[in-house]
């Protein structure tokens, strides 16, 4: 995966890694069969699902042990340290889904309101989607345009399910800020509308959401490949396929010792999170990931 530039702006990053938050993710609890780490993988990427599960609106207290918003901007600026080191990826990558959605909006003649990116360790506090610890795993919150990772937990994900490569953690950032570009166009309140409306369809209507904000991942990747942005290979390519499968519905269901439910799935099957994400990639075409497109 190449960059064009080793230029990192860390000005849309809320660093808040060493602020420890009481009473955060006790949502947990309770949760049972999936096993913690079936469960984060049922909902990772589930910015536009729906995580309270995972998620408390309970009031609670937050403690600094560290001071946060370090300047990444000059520690991430070489392709060394964009190479080897989680949050200078990650936040080049933000950077870049930046670039192509700004220039994909004024091409249309709109501004692009960008998205905020937090990190944090082991808890969180959200401006109006609550508080999670990191078993949430990378979420999106509509109410504060904000995506969240913990790398720590991130790193902890690819390693034991077999998400490899950096083009797999651009896939995860890219998929996030899919959620942002739905949130932003209407698209996600439509759909919160419509599950309020029809319960009995709300899996359906969540595992549409996971799809297109995969498609737009896809959509991106293309984009930056073409504009020199993000330039891949074909095996970066299969590492954002592999990381789309890994995180289908009934391949978590099976591996959590569950029987595979359609009616279940919130996200989509692995064949369908890599035929989405794909039909992004092909395309370039954010117009290919309207439902029923």
């Known amino acids: 995966m190449r960059f064009d530039d080793s230029r990192v702006d860390s000005s849309r990053l809320d660093d808040r890694r060493g602020t420890r938050i009481s009473g955060a993710g006790a949502g947990i609890g309770g949760l049972g069969g999936l096993g913690l780490i079936g469960v984060v993988l049922w909902l990772i990427f589930g910015g536009g699902g729906d995580p309270s599960a995972l998620l408390t609106q309970d009031s609670i207290s937050s403690t600094t042990t560290a001071s946060s918003g370090q300047n990444l901007s000059v520690t991430c600026a070489s392709a060394e340290a964009l190479e080897n080191r989680s949050e200078c990826l990650v936040l080049k990558v933000f950077n870049e889904t930046d670039e192509v959605w700004g220039d994909f909006f004024a091409a249309q003649g709109q501004a692009y309101p960008e998205p905020t990116l937090v990190y944090f360790s082991d808890s969180v506090r959200t401006q109006g989607c609550g508080s ?149 990639f092909q395309s370039g075409d954010p117009a290919s990931c309207n439902f029923g497109a």
């Open 132 to 280: 999670a610890s990191a078993a949430a795993g990378p979420f999106y919150c509509p109410a504060d345009r904000s995506v969240y990772l913990d790398l720590d937990f991130l790193a902890q994900l690819q390693q034991q399910y077999g998400l490899p490569g950096n083009y797999a953690t651009a896939y995860i950032v890219a998929h996030e800020v899919g959620h942002h570009i739905q949130n932003i166009t209407g698209i996600e309140s439509q759909v919160r509308a419509q599950q309020q409306r029809n319960p009995s369809r709300a899996n359906e209507y969540s595992v549409a959401l996971e799809l297109q904000a995969d498609c737009l991942a896809g959509v991106w990747g293309r984009r930056a490949n073409d504009g020199g942005n993000v330039v891949i290979s074909p095996t970066e390519y299969q590492q954002a396929i592999t990381a789309a499968a890994a995180v289908g519905d009934d391949r978590i269901m099976a591996g959590s010792g569950l029987r595979v439910n359609p009616e279940a799935f919130t996200h989509g099957s692995s064949a369908q999170r890599q035929e989405w994400f794909t039909k992004g």
